[in-house]
């Protein structure tokens, strides 16, 4: 049995097999504790589920609406212009017809990354221009050298995942509108914004209101993996009328199915429980992330996703430890060696309530560690204790169980990379650097520096970014950012059991509007915005520029 659930792993190429599969291959019982699949596990909410049961004959029985209807739901509901939206079948579907319809030539992507980024290109003969994410700078995307790659290499379309899967790294608003107008002359910008519902670096970090003002950007969004709902395959992009029409032409009239008409027609009633849900999500993050950082030798990334990139101790193969946790300890990860510019060194944990975190703690501890005979990491002799912070000079010294080659040790030290690793009190990844100044642009402003962890191998979450204040951490203060397109703080009907959000405090730039340049503003005028009216409903109000969109 075990080999068998195994197998399924080495029969699938950029991607992890399937639940369904997995618990085909297992036989009886529940199916594993997934840290695998990044779904929010706080919504929808029991009495959700329960009321999508109870409507199952019907959903599965008749035929969905058109799209056109689903979307202009989704569009009131998110206070959008439905002339510049297109819902998909997942946002895997938007991304095959944005290849088909709008990438002539060249797609330039940070590398690691979503493989249907790299593999969708490649699928119809484009070239595919790889921008690797450094280990040893935390996999952070230095937009200004980004830039300067595709000068150099001619790339006609680029991509930018924020926050990034698999590592979660995170860019600034504004840097990113930085380099839009830097990159105004290529035929595409998209900004994937699949995961930015979990992020809380910022307070409106989504880029939706930028993209639909120019011409050449689309925005991409997920509704499964905020919504804890992969199954049902849906998604939606933003962009000017007439890039979302062109691709919204292509799409069947009905792509999308009953149950995701169900679920944007439920929404409305539950925007209370969603905002809860992504906190406790954020929570849970770094309540994880501390967890983790307490096992030897093993690093853990910085990460504005639902999920947490780790690296492995010396020695360790990831493949050996996914195949352990699964069939010793039940426990499903990501294990990242098929993903491009990663190795089998790193895995992607998806964020769980720390119940199951403490369980996957207990396995990786029994896996990694255990007794020194069944260990996936070595016994080290005397002198081992080596960790570079490069993944190339870490297999070397794996290699030899630490003993180590001629001369080595000299090399190591000389590097560049590594004198800056052994500065730091940790051997982690470096900070995330916000990228400095763009040819004819003002370079973007650099956070402050990061507190050194105690005694952990975690880089902790970047200090504030002038313009904003981070979300506290203790407790489960109320929050009320979602990402969303023009997401504002709403007032909210109370409901029984469930904590009512109230707006967070943010630092206002000098000379800005405390969130950042008004609708008004952005469009020139003279006479500010009225303000966003609260939804009876309890879902979060949209931002009113959407409202005299199009």
Not at 79 to 89: E, I, T, Y
Not at 372 to 399: C, F, H, I, K, Q
Not at 407 to 425: F, R
């Amino acid at each position: 049995m075990a080999d068998n659930v195994t197998s399924l792993f080495r029969s699938t190429a950029a991607h992890s097999p399937s639940m369904a599969a997995l618990t085909r291959e297992g036989g009886e019982g529940a199916g594993p504790v997934d840290f695998c699949i990044p779904c929010n596990p706080y919504f929808p909410t029991p009495a959700m589920f329960d009321d999508l049961a109870g409507r199952l004959r019907e959903i599965i029985t008749y035929y969905p609406s058109s799209a056109d209807t689903i979307t202009a739901e989704l569009c009131n509901l998110l206070q959008l212009p439905p002339q510049c939206v297109a819902m998909g079948n997942g946002s895997t579907e938007l991304i095959t017809w944005i290849d088909h319809l709008l990438v002539r030539e060249s797609l330039a992507i940070p590398v690691p990354t979503f493989g249907r980024w790299t593999d969708q290109p490649m699928e119809t003969g484009k070239r595919v221009d790889m921008f690797p994410l450094q280990e040893s700078s935390g996999f952070a995307l230095d937009l200004a050298k980004y830039a300067e790659f595709i000068r150099a290499r001619g790339t006609r379309v680029a991509v930018i995942c924020n926050p990034n899967n698999p590592d979660g790294g995170f860019i600034p608003r504004q840097s990113l509108v930085q380099f839009m107008d830097a990159m105004a002359d290529l035929d595409l910008i998209v900004i994937d914004e699949s995961f930015l519902e979990f992020a809380d670096a910022e307070h409106e970090p989504s880029v939706v209101e930028d993209a639909v003002m120019r011409p050449n950007v689309i925005v991409l969004r997920s509704l499964g993996k905020n919504f804890g709902l992969h199954g049902i395959r849906f998604g939606y992009m933003v962009a000017n009328p007439a890039l979302a029409g062109k691709v919204r032409s292509m799409l069947p009239k009905w792509n999308l199915n009953s149950f995701a008409e169900t679920v944007v027609f439920m929404l409305k009633n539950h925007g209370q429980e969603y905002m809860q849900s992504l906190h406790m999500v954020r929570r849970d993050r770094l309540d994880m992330a501390q967890q983790l950082a307490h096992l030897p030798g093993l690093t853990v990334y910085p990460s504005q996703g639902n999920f947490l990139f780790v690296r492995l101790p010396v020695g360790a193969e990831g493949t050996v430890v996914r195949d352990r946790m699964l069939t010793e300890h039940r426990i499903l990860v990501r294990e990242c060696g098929n993903k491009i510019g990663s190795s089998s060194r790193f895995l992607r944990l998806v964020v769980r309530p720390q119940v199951d975190v403490r369980r996957l703690v207990s396995g990786l501890e029994g896996v990694l560690y255990g007794t020194r005979r069944g260990a996936a990491v070595p016994e080290m002799v005397n002198g081992t204790n080596y960790t570079s912070g490069t993944a190339a000079v870490d297999r070397l010294v794996g290699a030899t169980n630490g003993a180590g080659m001629q001369g080595l040790a000299a090399q190591a030290t000389a590097m560049p990379s590594l004198a800056a690793a052994q500065a730091a009190p940790w051997p982690g990844p470096a900070p995330a650097q916000i990228p400095g100044a763009m040819p004819g642009l003002a370079p973007a402003a650099a956070p402050a520096a990061m507190m050194p962890p105690p005694a952990a191998m975690i880089p902790p979450p970047a200090a504030p970014m002038p313009g904003y204040a981070p979300v506290p951490a203790a407790g489960l203060p109320a929050y009320t950012q979602t990402g969303m397109p023009g997401m504002a703080a709403a007032v909210q009907t109370p409901q029984p059991g469930v904590m009512a959000p109230q707006p967070s405090v943010m630092a206002p730039m000098p000379g800005a509007h405390p969130s950042g340049l008004t609708a008004a503003q952005v469009r020139g005028r003279t006479q500010p915005e009225p303000p966003p009216q609260p939804q009876a409903m309890g879902w979060p109000a949209a931002g009113a520029m959407y409202n005299q969109a199009g």
